[in-house]
């Protein structure tokens, strides 16, 4: 029974869990979780990993997607890209530059998650392809900063909006503790949500996501509606988009368009997170692509729509000069009213993304616990035992419980069959960048670490078409869309590089010092396999893994 909690491939060899010599699966790759239990002396697992319960369809995997793309980016970045593109017609086209990219780097990303089927993502892709330690430092960085510090810029920008909804203008004077107090309970929320049952989670993301695209979809039939007849809530016609030269202006420095297409692209970013859950799909070879292919060229096009309605309502001075440019679009339209509603579509919007980060970020944590590269306790499902079976756990809830399973869609695995403990410790992670706050400098951290991990993945992707010409690959993308992707992405990279030394230098010491980490973490992981292997006795040492 002392074995119950390792974690999977502490247990046993990750190499061969990876790349299984005999394969259950037509590919050759194995969902985690499922080899094991079948065989090793690990059948104590029994209903506790999550990839046993496949219970994400199309629809889900499209709102997880969306609903993680669209949250602050379109209603507040476009300032930033218009003033670095220089004209309305040039940032128009960093727009839809920045989606295409997007677009490239989630195709790239479907073929591998097609190839390799697994949770996780880029940790197992980078795994097998450059070795553990890359899949390591991948982790590393994604579970300490790059997931929860996304979440936190996404959670204070919800609490700002929250803020300005309630108390109007005056909230530009409001002492940010107030912001910042507003997004943890957010913060709470969502977490206690995604803790309690996986499918309450995926239903609030198809919630969300209808009504992003409704905001989306309204914000541009409102700007057409003020472009033909002028109206505004001033009563004076509104005419200024007659006298913009589309193309006037248009900046010709490379490193203003680096800039611009950095804002652009984190309104677009997140077209990875799919992958992060494709063990939990029901037909992820078909679905995957599918959701793809049908998020972003809607999210592309509702974006480009949305930043032409901004064109045709607000004067671009205002529309340059404003970091709220969504509520400045209300205010201009409807008044008072109008940048209320749109101050709570924005919150809305920003809510519904931290809900979809916070069920992926949960996985993440999720499989490193599993790997060993986390204590194991963070690769456990549940508050209570889901290691027994099903059935007798059932019969022990009582009829609240019951009826609350019922109601959120989760009779068969039951509530709390959720990585509960790796969503604690995203929200408790979240929470420390929420209070510290130092967003220039995580979001060059995002920048930089973020897209060398893109490139290297979309790079792995080429290496592993050549190596491994054979592999199965259910869906495979012209071998254009990696090169584009990597090519755009080394430009991008090497911009920021030039143009803060410093803070690249934090994110190489950051990620140097996971190099050690992993060498004690596996080191660690082996040692308990060789003492399992050989006697029943095993000394539990806490210390190497935690508290299990
Ligand atoms: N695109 C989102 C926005 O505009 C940000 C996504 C952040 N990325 C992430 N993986 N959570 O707000």
Redesign the pocket.
């Known amino acids: 029974p002392h074995n119950r909690s390792f974690s999977v491939s502490s247990a046993f060899d990750f190499q061969s869990h990876l790349f299984p010599l005999s394969s259950t699966q037509g590919n050759g790759y194995a969902p985690i979780g499922a080899p094991i239990s079948s065989s090793g002396p690990q059948t104590a697992l029994g209903g506790g990993s999550l990839e046993k319960h496949k219970t994400l369809t199309y629809l889900n995997g499209l709102s997880l997607i969306v609903g993680?793309?669209?949250?602050?980016?379109?209603?507040?970045?476009p300032s930033q890209v218009n003033v670095n593109a220089g004209s309305a017609g040039a940032s128009l086209i960093v727009w839809a530059l920045a989606g295409i990219l997007a677009w490239t780097g989630a195709s790239s990303y479907a073929e591998l998650g097609g190839a390799i089927p697994l949770n996780g993502g880029p940790q197992v892709y980078l795994s097998k392809i450059f070795g553990e330690l890359f899949g390591f430092l991948f982790t590393w960085c994604a579970v300490m900063v790059?997931?929860p510090g996304?979440?936190a810029?996404?959670s204070i920008?919800m609490g700002e909006y929250l803020v300005r909804a309630a108390i109007g203008a005056e909230a530009e004077n409001v002492s940010s503790w107030i912001n910042k107090s507003v997004a943890l309970v957010g913060l709470l929320v969502v977490t206690l949500l995604n803790c309690i049952s996986t499918r309450l989670g995926t239903r609030m993301g198809d919630m969300f996501m209808f009504m992003k695209f409704i905001a989306l979809l309204g914000v541009t039939v409102i700007g057409i509606v003020v472009a033909v007849t002028g109206f505004s809530a001033s009563g004076e016609a509104n005419q200024d988009w007659k006298t913009i030269g589309w193309f006037e202006g248009t900046s010709t420095s490379a490193s203003s368009w680096a800039v611009a297409l950095y804002a652009g692209l984190?309104?677009?970013?997140?077209w990875?997170?799919t992958n992060y859950v494709v063990g939990e799909f029901r037909n992820p070879t078909r679905d995957l692509p599918r959701v793809i292919h049908t998020a972003m060229p809607l999210v592309i096009l509702s974006y480009i729509l949305a930043n032409v309605a901004y064109f045709f309502v607000l004067p671009i001075k205002t529309l340059n000069s404003s970091n709220t440019v969504a509520v400045m679009f209300g205010n201009e339209v409807f008044g008072p009213i109008g940048s209320l509603l749109l101050a709570l579509i924005v919150s809305a919007?920003?809510f519904g993304?931290?809900n979809?980060?916070t069920f992926?970020?949960g996985r993440l944590v999720y499989v490193a616990g599993k790997e060993g590269y986390l204590p194991s306790v963070f690769g456990k499902i549940g508050i209570r035992n889901h290691d027994e079976p099903t059935s007798s756990r059932l019969r022990t809830r009582n009829w609240a419980s019951k009826l609350l399973a019922k109601l959120c869609g989760d009779e068969e695995t039951g509530l709390f069959f959720t990585p509960v403990y790796a969503m604690v410790l995203n929200a408790c992670l979240t929470a420390c960048y929420v209070f510290v706050g130092e967003f220039g400098t995580l979001v060059t951290f995002?920048g930089v670490a973020?897209y060398t991990f893109y490139f290297l993945t979309v790079l792995g992707l080429i290496i592993l078409r050549v190596r491994e010409p054979n592999l199965e690959r259910p869906y495979k993308t012209w071998i254009t869309t990696p090169i584009i992707f990597c090519c755009v992405s080394l430009f991008l990279l090497s911009r920021a590089v030039f143009a803060e030394p410093l803070q690249t230098l934090i994110v190489v010491v950051f990620v140097g010092i996971g190099v050690p980490i992993y060498y004690w973490r596996i080191a660690g992981r082996d040692q308990v396999k060789r003492e399992s292997g050989s006697s029943g006795r095993r000394g539990w040492k806490f210390w190497k893994w935690g508290m299990s």
């Open positions: 993680l793309i669209i949250g602050s980016g379109i209603f507040s970045s790059l997931k996304s979440s810029i996404i920008i984190w309104a677009f970013d997140g990875d997170n919007s920003c993304a931290l979809a980060t992926t970020s995002y973020g």
